[in-house]
């Protein structure tokens, strides 16, 4: 059993930045791929970006590609979304989420449906 603990959120202007961070405990966390969602009021979980377990390949959609970007350290168990130039489309809780895989060459899981643990959320606001 994986806990996910999202921090980082809060209120932030248009055009700043901020760096979401999530600590994963109870795993063996290089075990997992690691990814972000989003959710805004009235609309779906939106994947944001995943990284895979050695940290070497990311994917992220060009909706985000050129203002996001996603880290991990497995020493610190922890996986990072560096968000800049920050819209107020952008407002959202954030979620990550861990998905076990034996094979280390995959890691473009882009569906809610793959993940096999979530963390409780950081809300992010953006002000215009």
């Known amino acids: 059993q994986v806990q996910l603990v999202e921090s980082g959120g809060g209120l932030v202007q248009a055009g700043g930045s901020l760096r979401l961070s999530c600590a994963a405990s109870?795993?063996?966390?290089?075990?997992?791929?690691m990814g972000w969602f989003r959710q805004a009021p009235g609309k779906e979980r939106e994947f944001v970006a995943v990284i895979s377990r050695s940290g070497t390949r990311t994917n992220i959609p060009d909706s985000v590609k050129d203002r996001f970007t996603i880290s991990r350290d497995n020493a610190k168990t922890t996986v990072y979304l560096q968000m800049n130039s920050l819209k107020p489309e952008d407002t959202a809780v954030y979620y990550c989420?861990?998905?076990?895989?034996?094979?280390?060459?995959?890691?473009?899981?882009?569906?809610?449906?793959?993940?096999?643990?979530w963390g409780q959320g950081t809300q992010v606001t953006v002000s215009s």
């Open positions: 989420a861990a998905k076990s895989t034996y094979d280390s060459t995959r890691y473009v899981f882009t569906r809610r449906s793959d993940y096999d643990y």
């Open positions: 109870g795993g063996t966390f290089s075990s997992y791929a």
